[in-house]
């Protein structure tokens, strides 16, 4: 029933900008954050940006003053604009929606959307 649905991947020269998007819908409980992570070739899925749902925020040191996040709380949807885009932000993106039931945290991913950045 629960749906990550990814937008607004692609293929941009760097120093270009590129918004993501993920809509959430199903049975998703109380969500506790959304965000995005990426993960490169040869390497760890890491964490770019979160979002509660009382609008606090953080990002991964590498993408602060370029990236901004989002979120539509009505719609359960989250975005992720991204601005001076370099090369080593090339990766495949994943929507990400954590839930937390005690001291147990789930998450919940989205298939994932190619981000190409490359002259």
């Known amino acids: 029933q629960v749906q990550l649905v990814e937008s607004g991947g692609g293929l941009v020269q760097p120093g270009g900008s590129l918004r993501l998007s993920c809509a959430a819908s199903?049975?998703?409980?109380?969500?506790?954050?959304m965000g995005w992570y990426r993960q490169a070739p040869g390497k760890q899925r890491e964490l770019v940006a979160s979002?509660?749902?009382?609008?606090?925020?953080n990002y991964a040191d590498s993408v602060k003053g370029r990236f901004t996040i989002s979120r539509d709380n009505a719609k359960n949807t989250v975005y992720l604009q991204m601005n001076s885009l370099k090369p080593e932000d090339t990766a495949v993106y994943y929507c990400?929606?954590?839930?937390?039931?005690?001291?147990?945290?789930?998450?919940?991913w989205g298939q994932g959307t190619q981000v190409t950045v490359s002259s």
């Open positions: 990400n929606v954590r839930n937390r039931f005690l001291s147990t945290t789930y998450d919940r």
């Open positions: 199903g049975s998703l409980g109380s969500i506790t954050s």
């Open positions: 979002i509660t749902g009382g609008l606090s925020t």
